[in-house]
């Protein structure tokens, strides 16, 4: 994981209650002709975060960016930026800069003349210009690419230009929209170390936008998931990935298996649940008490999930299926079993050893079995 | 059985060559070839008679000018080149003020034309598509009358006793009919009219294709909306201005119609000359000098200017 060092544990500052907040988004909503882009969103982020935004598209993420950059304004609601309300001021005069998922770069300057140009609008000699120009030039290695204009630069250096013109200003809070998402697979990889180093490096508090969950949850201190407008779950990346607050979000980070059920019993934190789609009963651990006869989803991870030939030792959370499909990723293989009730399970298995044939395989009768603690919880 | 393998062969042959010539090499150099033949055949051909009648002498005949060659008896050609049509047009300074007046008005309606077309264009690229349809329908919609008739019509409007003059009258405006017509004015206002769509069109091309996120990047580095357009729109619709001013300054140079029809007898524009050097005076050699030396007044400056443009940008501004 990238996690920036100075984001580990001991300074989390949204653990603290009297930290705070750097940017503070007030119950804002935006609505665009009849449909609420933004609904009634209030979020606190702190000083040197690497926030994250993430969303499938249209839930209303980047209208969320684009008001914190001023390119869009609230119907409704304050955000507040390092304790001055910046609601209504226009973007010329905000202490954000924003790098665009298209970069925007202008076509008609050199990288140079790109990376000065927010510098220019402010009052710099131009030595010192030439200076921080020439700095950030160095930071992503673009020195040699000076002088060329954007159409003659590959997607990843357009990228690191957008990237160091966003900068060039110093601003408080640096936004990002999508910034990654012209990338081929390796190259978004590497970048993605990049910008946490380059974030650690300058200290600016970061928020970007992404649909990409991995993505997320590689460069985030904190990930905010958003579904139609509203914010369904804040937390670190570990949080929402092993305690997702909703069904949608358990789904939309990571693969899952949803099974639906009915509490028969709930004795402490251990609650029996009645499954027909899975033909057994499952125990789980959840704290908050449900009443018998709720009816609930449990999710559990693919990779959460043991599969074996032979039948395990414990009763509960077991169930027997057949392998319809497996898919051998190297590292890991993704197995499909259907199981007696037609329910199907995705089981993620570490490949330990080196073998180049799987020992699981199509038709073979296997055993599914979890832990009570492997899954969550939600009444539905 | 050899002579009909020979015909199949060389059937086959021949479609293959027809083939070849539309597809391969051959067919690329046909569809750039077609376009310079017409250039060819229906301008430079005849730049090449009008160049030669202007070396020619004035004659009373048929045509009315002397031969640029004779073959005389002794199995001898004779050259003869008049160059006396362009010592006449750098002697006689009806000429010069002619060129110089026709320069004046077209380069000034073009910067008209640029101050009235630039925000119209940016409204247009700007407003909501619904409207953007009828408001380029609105530029184009005169073309659907004929340019004569559009200048007549002008004439009806600008008369002393004119569409103009009574509405200023009846307002109390005016106590006497203003005299508009026949002056440079009503050419200036000609010209601008009848130009304006060729001067819209090329902006608003350039500005619609314009990326609006740039201005969203130029507003969120701290330019205010009027900066960023003098910084971003400006620069980048540059080809847009260039081809526009083109478009209105060549043909206004060599307008004929207009200053005709609405200009006085000041509006000494050089078309208005050349059109009477040719058919009141029936001199065809010191017509085609005039001509040729308007040409190349104009085609010089332009060639400059656009190695320029290619040196600067890397690529050819249009």
Redo the contacts between chains.
Sequence with gaps: MAQPKSAKAPQEPWRDPAAKPFVHIDNVTKVFDTTYAVDGVTLDIYQGEFFCLLGGSGCGKSTLLRMLAGLEQPTSGRILIDGTDMTRVPPYARPVNMMFQSYALFPHMTVEQNVAFGLKQQKHGKGEIRERVDGLLELVRMMPFARRKPEQLSGGQRQRVALIRSLARQPKLLLLDEPLAALDKKLREHTQFELVNIQERVGTTFIMVTHDQEEAMTVSTRIAVMEAGRIEQVGTPASVYEYPASRHVAEFIGAVNSIEGRVVAQEGERLQIRSESLGCDLVMVHKQPLPEGTPVTVAVRPEKLVASEQAPAIVYNTVKGVITDFAYLGDVSIYLVRLPTGQQMRVQLTNLARLTENPLTWDQEVYLSWLPDSGVVFPS | MTTRATINGSARNAGEWLGDLLTGHHGRRLVIALPYLWLLVFFMLPFVIVLKISLAEVLLGRPPYSPLWQYLEDSTVQIQLHLDNYRRLWEDPLYFIAYLKSLKIAGISTLVCLLLGYPMAYAIARTRDSLRNLLLMLVILPFWTSFLIRVYAWIGILKSNGLLNNLLLALGVIDHPLALLHTDFAVYLGIVYSYLPFMVLPLYATLSRM?L??L?????????PW?AFL??TL??SLPGIIAGCMLVFIPAVGEFVIPDLLGGPDSLMIGKVLWTEFFSNRDWPAASAVAVVMLVLLVVPLALFQRAQEKSE?KPPL
């Design positions: 990326d996120t740039l969203e990047a130029a507003a969120d580095l701290g330019c205010r900066k910084r971003v620069p980048l890397g």
